[in-house]
């Protein structure tokens, strides 16, 4: 069974520094992963993902995250954090098969990003 | 488009009650499903269907029917809701293509009493 697990349930950080939230997964084959937003009282965007290809995939907001397959690991990246980016991460992952049970999406428990001026 | 749409975006209900949440895509998505979210738990899937006329269970179908009659809508019902079911309940599509995005929905936060 396919298994995503973040970590940390908060991330604090200063507006300007770095940031990275954190992401393993288990699945069989090859994964399809994923990174969703959350803001207060919103459903989920969509930030980005990593299907084939180069390991390090860009996406909104200038977001970015590294798909290392040794590790296990997808984690989300962005070079200067904004107070506005403060909101609820999640990672996602689904194996490559377009029919049944296989399809489904399984999602973290979720890391909360808090941005401070 | 108006995307995925959910109704209502509120509503509390008495232990024992039904309801029926509403969603509806625009964007002819096959694939269209259930979760609810809670604290420290991530999003679970209830049930999913992945075309009008099929449906399958997911994590956590207990307490909960669906139905896909038209492409578009995929409603949830509570035939006897149960505190353990307050919840933020998201529904979502996406196209049937190996590298598809999900889209979800605002949600609607239930409250059980």
């Known amino acids: 069974a396919q298994s995503v697990a973040q970590p940390e349930d908060q991330v604090n950080v200063a507006e300007g520094n770095p940031l990275t939230v954190k992401c393993t997964y288990s699945?069989?084959?090859?994964?399809?992963l994923f990174w969703y937003v959350q803001y207060p009282n919103r459903g989920l965007q969509f930030l980005l993902k990593?299907?084939?290809?180069?390991?390090l995939v860009k996406g909104s907001y200038g977001f970015e995250a590294e798909f290392n397959k040794s590790q296990t690991s997808f984690h989300l990246k962005k070079p200067s954090a904004l107070v506005s980016d403060s909101a609820l991460y999640f990672c996602?992952?689904?194996?490559?098969?377009?029919?049944?049970?296989?399809?489904?999406?399984?999602f973290g428990t979720g890391t909360r990003l808090q941005v401070t001026l | 488009n108006a995307g995925v749409t959910q109704t209502p975006k509120f509503q509390v209900l008495k232990t024992g009650q039904s309801m029926t949440l509403q969603c509806a895509q625009d964007?002819?998505?096959?694939?269209m499903s259930w979760y609810r979210q809670d604290p420290g738990m991530g999003l679970r899937l209830i049930h999913y269907?992945?075309?009008?006329?099929?449906?399958d269970q997911g994590e956590v179908p207990n307490g909960y029917n669906v139905s896909r009659s038209t492409t578009e809508d995929f409603p949830l019902r509570l035939l006897s809701a149960a505190p353990s079911q307050t919840s933020v309940y998201f529904c979502?599509?996406?196209?049937?293509?190996?590298?598809?995005?999900?889209?979800f929905g605002p949600g609607t936060r239930l409250t059980v009493l």
């Open positions: 979502a599509s996406r196209t049937w293509g190996s590298t598809d995005t999900q889209y």
């Open positions: 269907s992945v075309g009008a006329g099929i449906t």
């Open positions: 964007m002819n998505h096959e694939y």
């Open positions: 990593y299907i084939t290809g180069d390991n």
């Open positions: 699945v069989s084959g090859n994964p399809y």
């Open positions: 996602a992952v689904r194996p490559p098969h377009n029919t049944g049970t296989a399809s489904k999406l399984t």
